[in-house]
């Protein structure tokens, strides 16, 4: 992996973006192989965050098919400028009321649903838009019973309330769950138990709502990890695209 070459021009820019993306590809379908999965299972989300259309565009053409962000106000003028392109577009930030209709106005999935307030939301918004908005539950490992996490997201023993919020709200499709390694709690540094945890309450998710299979965890640092745990997406953005800048 190097660092940004945006001074270097497209050209340089994409034979990075195409070296970085190999790199991973033979990352994931190694920890595929080494649990016995199909590569076929896993799905690359590439987190695009304050990174330019440019690139967006750029990973497009050499065969990415979802993008994610984690600010509204980077990612609606980044998906307005890539509306021609065949990508699925998934918000993986903390999420505040204020900004739920402009993210329902371009994004295919929102992964980070951690709230009954941000359900409901989320569902007028959706059916003002008449659009369908996929939705992951956000677990948090490092919350306590009623709590939310450092980074947003339920607490496990709320999963059941939420997902059934989410199935019962019109313009809502409840796909399954999503989970950032903890930093804080039982499971700090324990990257494969955190993942494993959360495959256990997915299975408990799928008991009521069998169609809720996906499963995102794992970013650059622990995408094995959590591929061998049984993610079925994995969100990787600086093994793609290079040391993020400063933000100013």
Same mark, same amino acid.
């Given at each position: 992996?190097?660092?940004?070459?945006?001074?270097?021009?497209?050209?340089?820019?994409?034979?990075?973006?195409?070296?970085?993306?190999? /790199?991973?590809?033979?990352?994931? +379908?190694?920890?595929? $192989? %080494? @649990?016995?999965?199909? &590569? #076929?299972?896993?799905? !690359?989300?590439?987190?695009?965050?304050?990174?330019?259309?440019?690139?967006?565009?750029?990973?497009?053409?050499?065969?990415?098919?979802?993008?994610?962000?984690?600010?509204?106000?980077?990612?609606?003028?980044?998906?307005?400028?890539?509306?021609?392109?065949?990508?699925?577009?998934?918000?993986?930030?903390?999420?505040?009321?204020?900004?739920?209709?402009?993210?329902?106005?371009?994004?295919?999935?929102?992964?980070?649903?951690? /709230?009954?307030?941000?359900?409901? +939301?989320?569902?007028? $918004? %959706? @059916?003002?838009?008449? &659009? #369908?908005?996929?939705? !992951?539950?956000?677990?948090?490992?490092?919350?306590?019973?009623?709590?939310?996490?450092?980074?947003?997201?339920?607490?496990?023993?709320?999963?059941?309330?939420?997902?059934?919020?989410?199935?019962?709200?019109?313009?809502?499709?409840?796909?399954?769950?999503?989970?950032?390694?903890?930093?804080?709690?039982?499971?700090?540094?324990?990257?494969?138990?955190?993942?494993?945890?959360?495959?256990?309450?997915?299975?408990?998710?799928?008991?009521?709502?069998?169609?809720?299979?996906?499963?995102? $965890?794992?970013?650059?640092?622990?995408?094995?990890?959590?591929?061998?745990?049984?993610?079925?997406?994995?969100?990787?953005?600086?093994?793609?695209?290079?040391?993020?800048?400063?933000?100013?």
């Amino acid at each position: 992996m190097t660092d940004r070459t945006q001074d270097a021009g497209p050209s340089a820019r994409k034979d990075e973006l195409a070296s970085n993306l190999a /790199r991973v590809e033979e990352r994931i +379908s190694s920890a595929c $192989a %080494a @649990v016995g999965r199909a &590569r #076929e299972e896993v799905t !690359l989300i590439v987190v695009t965050k304050t990174y330019p259309a440019s690139d967006v565009r750029m990973l497009a053409e050499l065969g990415v098919r979802h993008v994610a962000e984690n600010r509204d106000q980077d990612a609606a003028p980044k998906a307005e400028l890539s509306a021609d392109l065949p990508l699925t577009w998934h918000f993986v930030g903390q999420l505040q009321t204020n900004k739920v209709r402009s993210v329902v106005g371009y994004a295919d999935e929102v992964q980070s649903v951690d /709230r009954l307030k941000l359900v409901s +939301s989320l569902s007028s $918004a %959706a @059916v003002r838009a008449e &659009r #369908e908005i996929g939705c !992951l539950l956000q677990v948090a490992l490092d919350a306590e019973s009623g709590e939310r996490g450092e980074r947003g997201g339920v607490s496990p023993d709320g999963v059941e309330e939420l997902a059934a919020a989410v199935a019962a709200a019109p313009g809502l499709r409840l796909d399954g769950l999503m989970t950032v390694a903890p930093l804080a709690g039982p499971y700090a540094g324990r990257q494969r138990a955190a993942f494993e945890r959360l495959m256990e309450i997915s299975s408990g998710l799928r008991t009521a709502h069998p169609a809720a299979t996906m499963v995102s $965890a794992g970013m650059s640092a622990d995408l094995d990890e959590a591929v061998a745990a049984g993610a079925t997406h994995v969100r990787v953005g600086t093994a793609v695209l290079g040391v993020r800048p400063r933000l100013g």
